[in-house]
């Protein structure tokens, strides 16, 4: 069973481009989460989604980013016109359906690393 | 904000049982106890976790106080790849609430 996948798994970037960020979740899960790490400091939830809902978007910056899990394929992160501080380590995690007593843990990708130049 | 505070550092020798204490005084009935560690910017990695019994799996065992204000986190006989950052989170067992990631424990296995 393979564990959630990350690409790009480095994105270079000049500023005021786009940046996407693509997640597929284990099989069988059916929540994303989308956490961002800069560079030296800890781990900031940005999205929760289940597919074709956002559930939980309160960690997302106002402007220029979203997020989608559109019913076929991965979660997308989407960074338009990114600057500087948009570098940093984008991590997605799923977890598996609500029923059937899971408890909810939350498997980790490796991980999106993006750097603006 | 984290709900839990840990120690920013700790070091263990190889091969001893490394104990990661955490306290999160103000856990709610329904909160559950979770531990991630995080090896060297890699993604998080799922460790343990449990709501009010001790658990034990093949990575560690989770030791909660009677009452659940505070847990420790045990590997038992630590490797030099247990170095990591250490996260310990409290959290409802129900899908519309994320996982608040506070700074955690650097541990450092020591040769």
């Known amino acids: 069973n393979a564990g959630v996948m990350q690409n790009p798994r480095h994105l270079v970037r000049r500023r005021g481009q786009e940046a996407r960020l693509r997640c597929s979740p284990m099989?069988?899960?059916?929540?994303v989460y989308w956490y961002r790490q800069l560079p030296e400091e800890g781990l900031k939830f940005m999205v929760y989604?289940?597919?074709?809902?956002?559930?939980?978007e309160s960690g997302m910056p106002k402007e220029r980013f979203s997020a989608e899990f559109p019913k076929e394929g991965p979660s997308i992160l989407r960074i338009q016109q990114v600057v500087r501080g948009d570098s940093a380590a984008y991590f997605c995690a799923s977890s598996p359906p609500s029923a059937g007593g899971n408890t909810g843990e939350l498997f980790f990708g490796e991980g999106s690393r993006l750097t603006v130049l | 904000d984290a709900k839990t505070t840990q120690p920013t550092s700790m070091d263990c020798a190889e091969g001893r049982a490394a104990n990661l204490p955490c306290n999160h005084s103000?856990?709610?009935?329904?909160?559950?106890v979770y531990w991630y560690r995080q090896i060297h910017s890699q993604g998080p990695q799922y460790i343990i976790h449990g709501l009010k019994n001790n658990e034990t799996n093949e990575m560690a065992s989770l030791i909660i106080t009677e009452d659940r204000k505070s847990s420790t986190l045990i590997l038992p006989h630590a490797t030099l790849r247990d170095t990591a950052v250490y996260y310990c989170i409290v959290r409802v067992a129900n899908y519309g609430q994320n996982f608040v990631f506070g700074p955690g424990t650097r541990l450092s296995v020591l040769p």
């Open positions: 099989k069988g899960h059916s929540h």
């Open positions: 103000t856990i709610s009935g329904n909160e559950y």
């Open positions: 989604l289940q597919k074709e809902n956002i559930i939980d």
